[in-house]
């Protein structure tokens, strides 16, 4: 697959929140997740910790009143989307914050996340 | 200005290859610009003089640009980010590649902060660093 298809199946499977199935369909098994240095998560790798910290996330949401994810934009092997949440957490009341999420591609599989906000 | 008019602006500049142009009409006075451990450039700079330093002597390395990118712009909150890509001649280096996103936070119209993320390709080899 082209980092133009693993783009396409991405926002596909984003729009109906499958944002499992986008773990498990496209990323490879030691892919990098970076967080920005305000994250309140830490950077990890390795497939198992990104779906760990994926869990750890849903886990604190208590509400969740809109979120959303827009088409990616694709240079070279990397694609960019942008995408926020207005979300209820357990104890720290209600957020919203917007995102640019950029993935880099190899051998048709996402190798690494990093997100900026 | 809104980001979202900030960042058509800098795609609409970026078009025509104006990048002097874009950092003195909306870099901020204490921009901060953070590029990629892979990068050819130094790793942090801080203030309007010191990127625009930076930007030039990385266009008096070019010898040639055989081809260039920028797509539009994608807006999240008070952030934007945009593709890039140059394939083009180096000083002494030779012929190579990168393809990159340039992600941009904006504060009353002016962006304080650029972060990139990159890759090099068929750079023969060569290495360079600034």
Redo the contacts between chains.
Sequence with gaps: MTTQQVADRFNELAQQNKFDEILTELFSADARSIEPANAPFQSVQGIDNIIAKGKQFHDMIEEMHSAYTNAPMVAGNFFACTMGMDVSLKGLGRQQFDEVAVYEVKDGKIISEQFFF | MTTEQVAQHYYELAQQQKWSEIIDTYYHDDIECIEPPNSKSQPYTKGIEHVKAKAMHFTSMIEKIHAG?T??P????????????MDFDMKGAGRMK????G?FTVREGKIVRE?F?M?W?DSGGHEYKA
Aim: hydrophobic share 45%; glycine share 12%.
């Design positions: 990118y797509t539009q994608i807006i999240a909150g008070n952030m934007f980010s945009v593709g890039i890509g990168f393809d990159e996103f992600v972060e993320i890759n390709s």
